[in-house]
């Protein structure tokens, strides 16, 4: 049985690297930067994948992280909130899932909170497109809520609500709305029919290898403002 929001010829597994020879136009030249490709963020083998990232990319002597999201839209929101949470400082409000942003916002079990915040200084840029959406999209919006890491890329798919799976009478099965996620108590819904706007949009037709040196450009220039 394939993984929820798996797509088809999609890789198996999610992908850890550690860039080095890095272009000179990136302003990474010399540098070595971590990238972490997520195709499904799921409970723990997610998790499993990025502390064990995280700590080769410390022993690597990191200058960035680089968070390339543009296929993923598997998982589950649990996976997501410790995820999430690795980058994010502890005790913060991820999510807030309900029908409204206020609803939410006042039952505490609608929240999701990061946990370790293992990674809150390093650099990261995270890249996303058209393929972003379910917990990637999500993740996307996590990172640029908290001002965690720069989005770059292309608008995410905007295809991520609350689904309940209702039996007809007819023996047929439909998928009713039951509420949406947002970052704050603020009405505006995160990603449902909107998707998450990049704050640094690439141009149109860019080959994917292309959109990576973009991306690491991008990171050149938040480590280079860094502290």
């Known amino acids: 049985e394939a993984k929820r929001g798996f797509k088809p010829n999609q890789p198996a597994a ?17 540098k070595s930067v971590g990238l972490l490709r997520f ?18 990319f410390k022993q ?14 598997g998982g589950h929101p649990s996976g997501l909130e410790s995820v999430a949470g690795l980058f994010i400082a502890k005790d913060q409000v991820l999510l807030l899932r309900g029908m409204t942003a206020a609803d939410a916002a006042a039952d505490d079990k609608s929240k999701l909170v990061s946990g370790s915040g293992l990674e809150p200084n390093t650099p990261i840029v995270a890249l996303v497109g058209e393929g972003t959406e379910g917990m990637g999209e999500l993740f996307a919006a996590i990172l640029k809520h908290h001002q965690r890491g720069a989005i770059v890329g292309r608008k995410t798919l905007g295809n991520t609500v609350l689904k ?14 039951t509420g949406y996620y947002y970052v704050s108590a603020s009405p505006e819904i995160v990603v449902s029919k909107k998707g998450v706007e990049p ?21 050149g220039k938040k480590v280079a403002a860094a502290p």
């Not at 999610?14 to 010399?30: D, M, S």
């Not at 690597?60 to 839209?73: F, P, T």
């Not at 640094?200 to 450009?217: N, S, Y």
């Open 14 to 30: 999610n992908r850890v690297e550690i860039l080095k020879e890095l272009k000179e136009e990136t302003g990474l030249a010399g």
């Open 60 to 73: 690597a002597g990191v200058v960035g992280i680089l968070i390339d999201l543009r296929d993923c839209g």
């Open 164 to 177: 309940q799976k209702v039996a007809l009478t007819d023996g047929r099965a439909a998928f009713m709305v």
């Open 199 to 219: 704050d640094a949009a690439f141009a149109e037709g860019l080959a994917p290898e292309q959109e990576l040196d973009e991306a690491l450009k991008a990171l």
């Open 39 to 56: 195709y499904c963020i799921d409970d723990k083998i997610a998790l499993g994948q990025a502390r064990k990232a995280l700590e080769d």
